[in-house]
């Protein structure tokens, strides 16, 4: 049983994936059904996690939109994603930036990462 789990996720598996880190800013490109037709909505935002492994690894992404934040979560092989812009590299030292959720205004910036 495990060994056909194993080729059916390797067959997910999407053979570019753009390379990003905790704490970048991104834009993500997702597809959207509106009715019958499918439109590519941008959600841009800084990255909180990344977490799993292999074909269910997925990442969070969030933004302030009107003074409320909000935040989305997308499996990194999923279909529904176009691609994923990295805007600018962020400087962190750790994994999960979830003390952002908590903060507001310049408080929520990351330092920009320089190399």
Not at 39 to 55: D, H, N
Not at 73 to 99: C, D, F, M, Q
Request: glycine content about 8%; charged content about 35%.
């Amino acid at each position: 049983m495990n060994e056909i789990i194993k080729n059916i996720e390797a067959t997910q598996l999407k053979e570019t994936v753009s390379e990003f880190n905790v704490g970048d800013t991104v834009k993500v490109y997702a597809k959207i059904k509106d009715g019958n037709r499918e439109r590519v909505q941008i959600f841009e935002g800084t990255v909180l996690k990344r977490q799993g492994g292999s074909s269910r690894e997925t990442f969070t992404v969030r933004k302030n939109s009107n003074g409320i934040g909000v935040e989305k979560t997308w499996p990194l092989h999923s279909p529904t994603i176009e691609k994923i812009e990295v805007i600018r590299a962020g400087k962190v030292r750790r994994a999960r930036l979830n003390y952002l959720r908590g903060r507001v205004g310049k408080a929520a910036k990351v330092k920009e990462l320089v190399k």
